[in-house]
């Protein structure tokens, strides 16, 4: 799974990546410090799974992660290769999802593109460029799909159909075309602890001062908890999972306890694909316990004599926190 931080040059992109990854990078004050993307790999904060692992006496524990991309600053006219604006919009179609920060203080001393920073001007910026390149390329797929309807093809009647209304574009076309505008966001207004701005009213969205958090991620788990400092990033690692609409499911023994990530409603069967192929091509069935309710059990198998454990068929939907043995 795959994030890009996305926005405007100078707006605490680095220094958010940098707080999440703890990796060193560029954040200088002025437009287009990053060029090409950094690229962080980062567990998902998840307290069952030391819980689990104590219970199981596992030798090892495997979080969930998340990659992070630093993606460069887009600027007004990045669809017309401002500001190298091709290139930084390439990179946006890798990832599953956008992560767009949005500079919500004025200071004088860090330099804004624009002059001012205005939060939902700013946002608009970015979300006219993404749409100006998705209509670049709805037109090349349009033009190839309207040969290929000429030549008799009923699926290029029928996506040509899909593209009319770029606003109801369906959201299997939009995935098939790596469409910008149509990947799910999150929106990071990064305050400061004055001169802060009015924040528009958005879904999805959350105030954090990026400069204190990277400060927060810098220190020990024991001094944030003498100082009473409680981070914000593991919220918005959790938020992540709720935009994407993802779960996790558990394994754990003695050898290992781990966390896996599926989608959201997905069938014991196909929760099976994200351990191995196998797991999904030779299911026979799922032994499952909620991970609280084997806690409490102490034990696997005190749960399986309490008649906790569940045998669960392929069409079972795995929810957050199962703990699940696959049977092939």
């Given at each position: 799974m795959k994030i890009g931080i996305v926005g405007m040059p100078n707006v605490g992109k680095s220094t958010l990546f940098q707080a999440l990854t703890k990796k060193q990078v560029d954040t200088s004050n002025y437009p287009?410090?990053?060029i090409d993307p950094n690229v962080g790999v980062v567990q998902v904060p998840d307290e069952r799974l030391e819980?689990?692992?104590?219970?199981s006496h596992s030798k090892k524990i495997v979080p969930a992660v998340i990659e992070f991309v630093d993606i460069a600053g887009l600027v007004k006219g990045a669809a017309e290769g401002e500001g190298l604006g091709n290139k930084f919009l390439s990179h946006i179609r890798e990832v599953d999802a956008i992560c767009h920060i949005?500079?919500?203080?004025?200071n004088e001393n860090i330099v804004h593109v624009s002059g001012?920073?205005?939060p939902l001007s700013d946002i608009e910026m970015i979300k006219t460029e993404l749409a100006l390149k998705d209509l670049e390329t709805i037109t090349k797929v349009k033009e190839k799909a309207a040969r290929d309807a000429k030549a008799g093809k009923k699926e290029a009647v029928e996506l040509?159909?899909?593209l009319e209304n770029f606003e109801k574009i369906p959201l299997d076309v939009a995935r098939q075309y790596q469409l910008l505008s149509f990947k799910p966001t999150f929106y990071i207004?990064?305050?400061s602890s004055k001169d802060n701005l009015s924040l528009p009213?958005?879904?999805n969205s959350v105030a954090i001062d990026i400069s204190q958090e990277n400060d927060i991620s810098a220190m020990s788990e024991e001094e944030r908890k003498e100082l009473g400092i409680e981070p914000q990033l593991p919220k918005l690692i959790k938020a992540t999972y709720e935009l994407l609409e993802l779960i996790i499911f558990f394994t754990t023994g003695e050898d290992e306890t781990r966390a896996w990530t599926i989608p959201k409603n997905s069938t014991a069967k196909r929760a099976g694909r994200a351990i191995h192929s196998d797991f999904e091509e030779k299911f026979i069935r799922a032994d499952t316990i909620?991970?609280?309710k084997l806690m409490e059990a102490d034990s696997w198998s005190k749960a399986r004599d309490l008649g906790w454990l569940r045998s669960e068929g392929k069409e079972y939907i795995v929810k957050d926190g199962d703990v699940i043995e696959f049977k092939i």
């Open positions: 287009f410090a990053t819980k689990l692992a104590k219970l949005v500079r919500a203080f004025e001012k920073p205005d040509l159909g899909s207004f990064n305050i009213d958005l879904p909620f991970w609280e």
